[in-house]
């Protein structure tokens, strides 16, 4: 019996000095009065990646906040507002708000989408990720100036071949098909506000271009699997949060009695 004893006693010394020890440890950054506002507490009030991100001056704020809202309810108190009704009933129901969230946060942390689900869900929607696609058929040629170019346009409205005015006033004549990555902003929204069979003056970067639509082509096209999967993925996580949720009422609403009036 004394051996018991002394084991007991042993064991209550250990857990009393590692109590004190993690209370020593645990630093209060606040107080108010007797009320302690202690480091972990603190930090239980934002998620890891949003603690780690945290700035003093955010930190400092919120600690004045926590500060402020002790005062007005030690006040509140002090009149006799926490024995009201209404007060006991937000205040239950502020707590059950608090364990409800706390419980769906741990539940939802285990909800994982993998990339082979995203890569599934893509391609079985593939026909709602398309996007437009723009392609412009021109023929160009490059002169060596305003004046060679100005007699390009005469001629070319006097019924010369655009060909023709190539070979004999200018250089590096083609025909090619483009589309918005294939060239400069300046010079795309040159050939966008053009029509079919237009010929234009264009001075793209260094070179003076003549240029004329032969044709405009527009098509679906699926959209880049990696340039969606980040998106996909938060619209995964999203649906199977809401389905968790939905799920987990129904079950609850079995497991307890519940009765709405």
């Not at 938060?234 to 129904?250: A, C, G, P, T, Y």
């Amino acid at each position: 019996m004394k051996k018991a004893l002394s084991i007991l006693l042993i064991l209550l010394t250990i857990l009393s000095l590692l109590a004190c020890k993690e209370k020593r440890e645990d630093k209060i950054v606040a107080e108010v009065r007797d009320i302690k506002l202690y480091e972990k507490e603190f930090q239980s009030l934002f998620s890891e990646e949003e603690w780690n991100n945290l700035s003093e001056e955010n930190k400092t704020e919120t600690i004045n906040d926590w500060v402020e809202i002790s005062l007005l309810a030690e006040e509140a108190k002090k009149q006799g507002l926490d024995k009201l009704p209404d007060v006991k009933f937000n205040i239950k129901y502020s707590a059950k708000t608090i364990l409800a969230n706390k419980l769906l946060s741990n539940e939802l942390k285990k909800i994982n989408i993998s990339e082979g689900e995203i890569f599934d869900y893509y391609n079985l929607n593939r026909a709602d990720f398309m996007t437009e696609i723009t392609t412009f058929k021109i023929q160009s040629f490059i002169v060596e100036n305003w004046t060679v170019a100005d007699s390009v346009i005469s001629l070319f409205n006097g019924g010369e071949a655009f060909y023709t005015a190539a070979k004999n006033l200018g250089s590096n004549y083609k025909v090619k098909f483009i589309q918005k990555k294939d060239v400069s902003t300046y010079f795309w929204n040159y050939i966008q506000s053009m029509k079919q069979w237009n010929m234009r003056v264009i001075q793209d970067g260094k070179n003076l271009k003549v240029v004329q639509l032969l044709k405009i082509q527009k098509e679906d096209v699926p959209i880049n699997f990696i340039s969606l999967k980040d998106s996909l993925h938060s619209k995964l996580i999203e649906d199977k949060r809401e389905n968790f949720l939905e799920n987990s009422l129904d079950s609850l609403k079995i497991n307890y009695n519940v009765t709405i009036y």
